[in-house]
């Protein structure tokens, strides 16, 4: 039966948090304007009404899981995004594959951070929930799925599959409930993906604070008082944006396979860009709290921020980005909505700035060179200048659909050589970044003229050249750009290494915040320097053999082929690829396919031999096996050097209906590289295409050829049963041995040979890894020979990429060390706050 | 002049080279004729085809060849204009190529009578089909 209670549930909640976002912004409205007598009826009908939307947003979160959790596939949700076989943790994913769920999860997170802020910020309460209420009335109208005449406002997460899908069985049977759903895209199945989508809308959500801080100061002419709360917020929201940018390339490192973290794609610009403006803005309002000037730039960077995520979504969910992109949404035709959301929001902070601009308050001195001021301005004008440059052709799609909805018609295309054309400028304004960092440290923590400058800077100089030059000649860095990276990441570290310890030594760890995230910075730069300047694909074909006689065996092949058990040079070891595997739940390694039998239900197998690890038995022979995600096949390849086994890595393979092959890399770990493996290709057994018979009679002890492999026929034996068919009173059953040997393995084939009166029954092997099926066809007692039929498809074999990958662990190090930055600089600004408003300054 | 005008005038200057860089560096959409026509006339600059993989009458894809190492294939497209063209790529065949309904190559003529891509695109048809329905649901 159909359950549309859940839905009808869901759909109200969404009209309810809609209606209720509007009325909580006119009441917060009233609130703000009111004198102040009526103040407290309107605060508390105000939060009545947030608190109504808090738990419709709740509710319509609560009722899209329930659907997914439930198996409910008379949902389109559940139909296009989960599937029966899904563990629960990644039915969380499937909540936010879709576009309409992860509005979900951006209204929750709203929710969550505007009750927090009605509980610690009570005097900026009205100006700011005005905002976050009208930001949600945007957020929840893409869900609301509401059809006025040609307009569709929104797009319904709870809408029934026979309302999306325009499918013949629904006109047999409107009941129709499929048994399963399509599933979850595989390149989601992994952990990140659970964690990732939550904390990067976390990030995108806390955007909001100091943006609703600011246009609240404006709107109430607060122009200076603003930058005390929207500090700490903007370096939280700075801080999650952070790790979901990072958890985001971590996770496309260990699941995709383009071969690296960071890929230039539209998507990800969009998220970086944000942020690199967010950082700068946190910097120009530092500089504001300690000596009042860089206000405006504040003002200018905290709108840009807040719009860039505005942008960003709409890029990543309009369709724009088309072709150009891995990993966009489809389109749900949420175009103009999303326009209409992002140029509301401008309109709204530019009209408030531009109205109020005369009288935000400058400093009409000039910014002395050996002030603070004026390098942290150059900082953030740096920090600009790369989103710019980031921004601009990452927009070259949205150009095109301008000129074209002008009638014109505009080819351009976005450059060919992504990563090429980007780092060609990220990697210099990179280097001016780190060289200020060090630099503009000295001079937040003293006063300078040029001579204490250079008394100051001396020692950290020399320490880093000499750093840097045991680097340069250890990595072996001769490449002249990538000595100034060095040196100017290593002078950064040793700069802010120098400050962080006096600053221990002579305070507290609190302010620490800032040099940390430099140093984090500049490990980032180093590891990524590293890990993409120096990274060196080894999996070039070096057996000699050249396969056809043209000019494109002087290109260099990025890709291995190994066949089974054939031991592969690539560089300094011998890979051997030794089959296929599945995970099995409960068992700590992973099971050789050879041992399972597929049964129709799924994820389940049935043992064909006894599943013992290191000498503990986990499954009996027969038993039922629970298989985790039966479509992934883990292709096992062992590494030697010197025949001495190393390691095995198994990078997995899915194929998937829906979207065909789909591979994950496995990386080998070591403390200064990691060894980046992946298949970029898999034989294909099912239905394979058999050759022509090959006949072979011999006689028991005979060696002889099959497909290339040594094969012994040891002799047959007479069976008195054989599995899966009843023998009767003068059957006779027998059985051939053959050994075959294919280089270090031996396997046993053992075709089967049956005769019932007349009547003869063939049981033949196919040994899927070999590419074989033999047949005992015949035996020929006069002569004691037996006949075989032999068919060839093909040996088993993967494709595979190699990449070392030099250093990679500083990246991911310095990562962490700047995150733990942005926290303790989260904490010194909170603890201020905290002191501040004990002491009744704040509340 | 003051030092805000100058730091003025150099934000202005790096934005400027860093517009006219993109515009140097942007790719543009041609067809295979207009891509011949650049090569012959010494522009190698690798640029975006759009098109479709060859078919036979029967639907099926044609001109799929793949080298005996694997690591490598050609195929035979059709840009929108009509032309046909042989294509090489050096990467092992993108899993789904030949359910693609439309491939973007982005790379250039090696000889006037083969393209090397560097790139493949692919769109592949959408993931929710209403025969696949009927699969799923059975």
């Known amino acids: 039966m159909i359950n549309t209670l859940i839905g009808n549930i869901g759909h109200f909640a969404v009209i309810l948090a809609f209606v209720t976002s509007l009325i909580t912004a006119y009441a917060y409205y009233q609130y703000t304007v009111v004198p102040e007598l009526e103040k407290p009826n309107w605060r508390r009908f105000s939060r009545i009404a947030f608190y109504i939307h808090s738990i419709a947003s709740f509710a319509i979160a609560f009722a899209l899981f329930e659907i997914i959790y439930n198996h409910r596939f008379e949902y389109f949700y559940a139909y296009s995004h989960s599937s029966m076989a899904l563990p629960v943790h990644y039915m969380i994913s499937s909540f936010w594959e879709g576009q309409e769920g992860s509005f979900i999860l951006w209204i929750f997170w709203n929710v969550v951070l505007g009750l927090v802020l009605i509980q610690t910020n009570k005097k900026w309460e009205g100006p700011v929930m005005v905002v976050f209420s009208l930001v949600q009335a945007f957020l929840v109208s893409m869900i609301l799925g509401v059809v006025i005449g040609d307009l569709k406002i929104g797009s319904s997460p709870f809408i029934l599959l026979r309302d999306a899908v325009n499918a013949p069985i629904f006109q047999l049977n409107p009941d129709f409930i499929p048994e399963d759903g399509t599933g979850l895209n595989p390149l989601l199945q992994n952990i990140w993906m659970v964690i990732h989508p939550p904390t990067l809308f976390l990030g995108y959500a806390s955007t909001l604070i100091p943006f609703a801080f600011l246009i609240g100061g404006l709107a109430t002419r607060k122009y200076t008082e603003w930058v005390r709360p929207a500090l700490p917020w903007a370096q939280f929201s700075a801080m999650i944006l952070g790790m979901g940018i990072i958890m985001g390339a971590y996770w496309a490192y260990v699941t995709l396979n383009f071969g690296g973290y960071w890929n230039w794609d539209p998507v990800e610009n969009a998220v970086y860009v944000p942020w690199l403006i967010l950082v700068a803005g946190i910097h120009t309002m530092i500089t504001f709290k300690k000596s009042s000037t860089a206000l405006k730039s504040s003002i200018v960077l905290i709108i840009a921020s807040f719009i860039l995520v505005l942008y960003a979504t709409f890029l990543v969910r309009s369709g724009v980005l088309g072709d150009s992109s891995v990993h966009s949404f489809t389109d749900l035709g949420l175009s103009g909505q999303l326009l209409i959301y992002m140029l509301f929001f401008l309109a709204v902070a530019i009209f408030l700035a531009a109205k109020h601009w005369k009288h935000i308050p400058t400093s009409e001195k000039e910014a002395d060179v050996y002030s603070r001021e004026f390098w942290i301005f150059i900082g953030a004008t740096t920090l600009a200048l790369m989103a710019f440059q980031v921004i601009l052709p990452t927009s070259i799609p949205v150009w095109n659909s301008i000129v074209e909805s002008f009638g014109g018609i505009s080819n351009i295309a976005p450059p060919v050589d992504q990563v090429g054309f980007y780092t060609k400028f990220q990697l210099w304004f990179a280097v001016v970044v780190a060289l200020l960092t060090a630099v503009g440290q000295y001079f937040w923590w003293n006063k300078m003229d040029a001579k204490t400058l250079r008394e100051a800077l001396v020692l950290p100089y020399i320490i880093s050249v000499l750093v840097s030059a045991f680097i340069i000649i250890a990595g072996k860095v001769f490449d002249i750009t990538y000595i100034i990276v060095v040196l100017a990441s290593v002078f950064t570290i040793v700069a802010n290494a120098t400050i962080l310890t006096r600053l221990i030594k002579k305070s507290t760890f609190k302010l620490a915040g800032g040099s940390l995230a430099h140093i984090g910075l500049g490990l980032i730069l180093i590891g990524t320097m590293f890990s993409s300047g120096y990274s060196e694909v080894i999996s070039q074909n070096m057996s000699g053999l050249v396969y056809s006689n043209s000019w494109e065996d002087e290109l260099n092949k990025e890709h291995v082929l190994l066949w089974i058990n054939k031991p592969t040079q690539i560089k300094e070891y011998t890979a051997i690829y030794r089959g296929r595997q599945k995970k099995v739940s409960g068992v700590p390694e992973l099971v050789p396919v050879k041992y399972l039998q597929e049964t129709d239900r799924v994820n389940e197998a049935i043992a064909k031999a006894d599943i013992v690890v290191r000498g503990k038995t986990y499954f009996q022979k027969g038993d039922v096996v629970p298989i985790v995600l039966e479509e992934n096949d883990y292709f096992r390849i062992d590494y030697y050097k010197e025949d001495e086994f190393q390691f095995s890595l198994n990078p997995m393979s899915q194929f998937n209906t829906a979207m065909g092959l789909i591979s994950s890399p496995d990386s080998r770990r070591f403390v200064n590289r990691d060894l980046y493996t992946f298949v970029s290709a898999i034989n294909d057994f099912e239905d394979p295409e058999w050759r022509d018979d090959e006949v072979y009679e011999v006689a028991p002890g005979d060696t002889f050829f099959i497909a290339d492999f040594v094969t012994n026929f040891e002799g047959g034996e007479v069976l008195t049963e054989v599995e899966g068919v009843p023998l009767f009173d003068g059957d006779v059953a027998v059985k051939a041995k053959l050994t075959v040997q294919d280089y270090d393995v031996e396997k046993r084939l053992e075709p089967i040979f049956i005769i019932r009166g007349q009547q003869v029954g063939r049981i033949p092997v196919v040994d899927t890894e070999l590419g074989v099926k033999v047949e005992l066809t015949n035996i020929v007692p006069e002569e004691n020979k037996f006949v075989f039929t032999v068919n060839r498809y093909q040996k088993d074999y993967v494709v595979l990429k190699a990449i070392i990958k030099p250093q990679i662990n500083i990246l991911w190090a310095g990562t962490i060390i700047m995150l733990i930055g942005f926290c303790v600089a989260i904490y010194r600004r909170y603890d201020e706050f905290k002191k501040m408003r004990d002491k009744g300054l704040e509340y | ?138």
């Open chain 2, 1 to 138: 002049m003051k030092k805000g005008h100058l730091l003025g005038l150099g934000v202005i200057a790096v934005a400027i080279i860093i517009i006219i860089s993109m515009i140097g560096d942007a790719s543009t959409y041609e067809s295979f004729s207009t891509a011949k026509k650049m090569m012959l006339s010494g522009d190698e600059k690798p640029i975006h085809v759009v098109g479709e993989l060859k078919k036979a009458d029967n639907g099926n894809v044609e001109g799929i060849e793949v080298n005996p190492n694997k690591t490598s294939f050609y195929f035979m497209m059709v840009d929108n204009d009509g032309t046909e063209q042989k294509v090489f790529y050096n990467e092992p065949v993108p899993p789904d190529f030949a359910r693609a309904e439309q491939v973007v190559v982005i790379g250039s003529y090696k000889t006037e009578d083969l393209f090397v891509a560097d790139k493949i695109l692919m769109k592949c048809p959408s993931k929710y089909q209403e025969n696949d329905l009927a699969q799923a649901g059975m």
